[in-house]
């Protein structure tokens, strides 16, 4: 196969099939990649003449996302997860190993033009970690036995197909049930519900119950279903966000494997509230693995008449779901980004107001929840607000999917009424001696012992659902260190504190983790953090500077033992600087060490 | 009679139209707010974040946040003057602004807002990034270490001369400036320096060839007088504006 | 004498305009001679920074000696103060921070036209280079900075004459500029 002959056939065979909408350019994009590793220039060149969109525009958006590339990575893109709770399974290490035996740097395509190997930010599998992802397959449970069979198979050429299939699986490990997880269908007797009582009196119901979103944010969904409800406008949308990017969160990944339905169901009660008549489920992808069994999960409710037209045998009860998967960028998930990310274009978080419940896709009346939101919603609807409000707290009412992942000896998803403690759950999952809880992700708090006795609640320690525990033998600062390095690498770029101040920030805890911090950078982290909070574009600047603050708090011993003597530190190792000039002259020995004195 | 909505911003009244955000209606009362990324011309953006301003104890970006009746806009204070320095200082230490060496210093608008703010030095550590000066147009030169990314030319291309000849590529500290052409080259592109995006680059990132200082330094727009006189870049007049 | 204000101003990788520009202030150098006395400078011929209560640094960092140098200033000098472009962002000469060190010094001493004897220098004696040219505030702590390329006569009378009263440093607006 010849990719410069063919990728320009290729991409309009692709563009006939999908129907040729330039809001589809990243779901084409995400085919032609998996087609050739790359996109090539034909592809570019036809993607923008048919969708009449310039070819830099196409290219911006091939750039935007990490799984996206120019030039191509070979036959084998191998990805290894980088969350830190893979790297304390291994995954570093396995990175090295991988590279050694494959003959490859990271991050540079291996001159045969078999393989890629890179780093990714966090696969999801942090409960069956370390994680790979192989041309968009996820492989978990990785050891050196398996590493190595794997370097076989990809020296060999061997297509995936016939890899040992059960490296692909990927378990629920569900290790508590409640409100939520203890039933699994959803065959309409949520929309029969709505169908009965019809939409103004469910929405109510809805409200009774209290239940606010559970990617985050918190805030009420019947409001939020309501306002773009009583949004005038001629279509309203409905998105499941699927994107779980948040480090260390899996629970949407186990919904969507084993509950799709009742997630899907959850989408078209909405819709059914809103009139929306099109839904999306935006899928990270790296959870493209999901994508057959969502697919066949789809088609069954369309035959059950749950999906389509006429659902239930209601005239104009229409509503039908695509899926559309992301590319790499934990923006995304960021409710105004994905939209972006939805139409085809680059994950810029848009300027709110006005907020996607009155102008999202395509500028129309949009409701974004979190998958387990919609999951939630359907069980309102059959069992009442009452039956949800048995659980959790008055603020908080219901149950919380926690991921649980780190130091422990159940790794795998819990649910929880909301209101539960720290400690409870750590005594839960078989965690001890522990020195670092990490709620709701890079992004949440990080949390030491004496702030075990909180909850997990809206109104005290509020979360997405992440749960990292970390034991003594952990390093706090290469857990902070981590997140930093991911909130720079996933930055959109769009403003200037979190895109120059992320990697400002990133720079000073490297530095401080290396040894060379001074209280001086100290007070810079603080003020750079503050910037950060105070004046980023959206939510991800605003939550980056999370851990160094909590680090610099919470975790006083740990960063002042390694601060360096004196007050001040060089912004960058003088030795080192001196290498290159070194080797040139042949002066190894001479001129001597700088040191980092003064 | 119906009495005009207004805001207060620092101790002043100022009026305002439904719809208007809080720095346009701030500049009309003849009350300067520090911007780059802002140009009444074109679509808000709020990328730069130098407007941000204090809203009733939260911080927003003024060319982004519908004005309000009763709000209580602090522009000048302490705190708000750090943000914006600090803001510039990004800014100057993520691209490669030699000001002594370029034709715009003295009527550059990031210049001019850092003068404003008090900014003596970058402060940051700098990331001297390697990046290219596309000279290859017969009218205009490219100098890519001085974009600041503010998208005024992205938009005055789409929005205005409709060719999009410029677009953003890349993620967070990666995100760069490109052309639309099939070499990536501004003089293979269809751009002309008749474009409004040829008029609209805040510093030094877009200039025009052959007029090079032909202003003397120490009598350009920005040089005897600050910027909150004077105005910005984009609205002083072709040929007036220090450097052509 | 005793309690004049001892100054210490040294170049480093710059052009020695910020010095002349010092020179500029002319006339009124004799009223700052009457508050202050000159420790090492290039204006004088003492090599070595004793102590100072203001250090003037202009110029980035580009070698081992300008390394030396400043943090000899930083520990000799209460007040260290960054003068001019290249010690306030690496100016001109940090232009070379565009290229390889091996590319510069290539085009310098092997490829370059005319140049005879081609081979890139190693005596000893020469300073080391470093990759790149670097402010003056990368190295040490700074505590004040004073841009301009030069900082004009004007503005560093400004500087010197409130510092050395004991005032708020503060400029009028048409002292202040980067170039
Ligand atoms: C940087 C960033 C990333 C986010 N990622 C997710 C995500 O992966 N999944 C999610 O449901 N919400 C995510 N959110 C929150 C969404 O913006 C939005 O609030 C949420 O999807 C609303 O759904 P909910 O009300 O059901 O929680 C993210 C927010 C930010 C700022
Ligand atoms: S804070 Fe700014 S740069 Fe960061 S992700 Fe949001 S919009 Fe992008
Ligand atoms: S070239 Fe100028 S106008 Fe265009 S984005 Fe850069 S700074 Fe803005």
Redo the contacts between chains.
Sequence with gaps: MNPASDAGIFTERLLNEGGAQATDLLQYLCSIQQHYSCIPPQAVETLARVLALTPSVVLGVIEFYSFLHRTPRGQFDILVSDSITDQMLGSRDLLQRLCDRLGVCVSQPGSDGRATVATTSCTGMCDQGPALLINGQVVTRVDNERLDRIVALVQAGSPLEDWPQDWFSVSDNVYRRDQLLDEHSANGDSLRVLLDRGAADLLQELDDSGLRGRGGAGFSTALKWKLCRDASADERYVVCNADEGEPGTFKDRVLLQSWADTVFEGMTLCAGIIGARRGFLYLRGEYRYLLDSLHTALENRRASGLLGSAILGEPGFDFDIDIHLGAGAYICGEESALIESLEGKRGIPRIRPPFPVTSGYRNRPTVVNNVETFMAAVRIAEHGSAWFRSKGTAQSPGTKLLSISGDCRDRGVYEYPLGVSIEEVLSDCGADDVQAVQVAGAAGRTLPPAEFGRTLAFEDVATGGSFMVFDHTRDVLDVVQNFTRFFAHESCGFCTPCRVGGSLLRDLVDKLHDGHGSE?DIREMRDIAGLMQAASHCGLGHTAPAPVLDLLDHFPDVWRQRLAAG??E???D?DA??????Q????DH??GR?GG?? | MNTRKTFRMDGRTIPFEDGQSIIDAALAAGEYIPHLCHNPEFTPHGSCRVCTVDVDGRMVSACTQPAAEGQQVVNNSDPVNHYRRRLLQML??EG???????EK??ACQL?AV??YT?M????F??F?P??EVDASHPDTVIDFNRCILCELCVRASRDVDGKNVFSISGRGIQSRLIINSNTGRLGDSDYDRADKAASVCPVGAILPKHQGYEVP?GERLY????ISVVGDVAQAKQGDNGDG | MADKIRIATAPLAGCFGCHMSLLDIDERLLDLIEVAEFDCSPLNDFKRVGSADIGLIEGGVAN?EN?ETL?DF??HCRILV?VG?CA?????P??R??F???DC?EESYVNGIGVENPM???D?EIP?????V??I??????D????G?PPSADSIWTFLTELIEGRPVSFP??Q????
Excluded: W
Aim: glycine share 8%; net charge positive; with cysteine.
């Design positions: 001086y007050g001040f060089p912004s960058f003088i600087a001196l290498s290159e000039a070194k040139l002259t042949g002066r001479s001129g700088m004195d003064v | 100057f230490v490669n602004h030699v000001c002594p060496g370029c210093s003295g210049q850092a003068y008090g003596l030095a970058p402060h550590t700098h001297f390697r990046r330094i040089d005897q007088r600050p | 081992t390394v943090r930083r520990r960054a472009a306030v962002n690496g100016g001109i940090a232009m921070n565009q390889d060190l091996r010094l890139i220098p190693n000893p080391l280079l470093l990759d790149k670097h402010p505030h990368e190295v040490v702590k700074i004040y900075f004073l841009p390329c607006y048409t202040i500029h980067y170039d």
